[in-house]
């Protein structure tokens, strides 16, 4: 039996480790992040060069139009997919194709138009952070532990560290950060978990991603089950109780 009270205590206090996490990994929305106008810029002075190059007579017009054309396609491209959930197959193809594009800064030196680290966060498949800045947002579990373990928590609260800490681990042990497994998370993290991932997926102020409908999130959370990831009887008990509708009718 989960006592209420308790548990919505460690609601309130999952998240807190989030407070030693950088804001530009936090509320990063685009893949490219701060690096976006850097490469917009790069990209301007280098269209700029080429018409001087025409006029100075250093390409010819055809070539000048072609390249000024390339350009154009490659940073339309690129705002195209900064911000988009996923990237498809043939959208990589494309962006490994205009990371090789070179271009002329304004002293004239060739230059790469799109640096390693920016071809790097820009080829992102999902979501908008690279693995060094998603191990940085995953660690939040690590500083809610440390904190909640500075914190005395007796009597029926007693166990709200190892509930708020937890609410990253899946059944299969392929969660975080400790990779526990069924048989250490009892139903207090298992449901809270559950209604983790359903806040995140429904959210209308996440900065880097549009809110899902309840429908779709309900989808995701059931194949996260067949997958072995969560508890399915409590993904459903949680959808019968409504109580996820009536969260839905507050925030409206």
Request: glycine letters at 6%; proline letters at 2%; aromatic letters at 8%.
């Amino acid at each position: 039996m989960v006592d209420k009270e308790a548990f919505l205590n460690s609601i309130w206090l999952h998240d807190i480790g989030k407070i030693g996490i950088p804001h530009r990994v936090m509320d990063k929305n685009t893949r490219l992040g701060n690096q976006y106008e850097a490469v917009r810029y790069r990209f301007h002075i280098a269209l700029l060069m080429e018409k001087i190059r025409y006029l100075e007579g250093e390409c010819t017009k055809d070539e000048m139009e072609r390249y000024t054309e390339e350009l154009k396609k490659a940073i339309a491209l690129i705002e195209e997919t900064n911000a988009v959930g996923s990237l498809t197959d043939e959208q990589i193809e494309k962006l490994l194709k205009i990371s090789l594009l070179k271009g002329y800064d304004e002293q004239k030196r060739r230059i790469d138009l799109i640096t390693e680290e920016e071809k790097k966060d820009m080829l992102i498949h999902r979501g908008t952070l690279n693995e060094d800045e998603r191990r940085t947002m995953e660690s939040h579990v690590v500083y809610t532990r440390e904190l909640l373990m500075k914190m005395k928590f007796n009597g029926k609260n007693k166990n709200i560290m190892e509930w708020a800490s937890s609410h990253h681990e899946y059944l299969d042990g392929s969660g975080y950060s400790e990779h526990k497994k069924e048989e250490e998370l009892p139903m207090e993290v298992r449901l809270l978990t559950v209604i983790d991932i359903y806040d995140a997926l429904t959210a209308e102020d996440r900065p880097y991603k549009r809110p899902m409908n309840a429908e779709k999130a309900f989808e995701i959370l059931r194949s996260m089950c067949r997958e072995g990831k969560l508890d399915g009887r409590v993904v459903e008990e949680f959808y019968r109780s409504g109580a996820w509708q009536k969260n839905r009718e507050h925030k409206a």
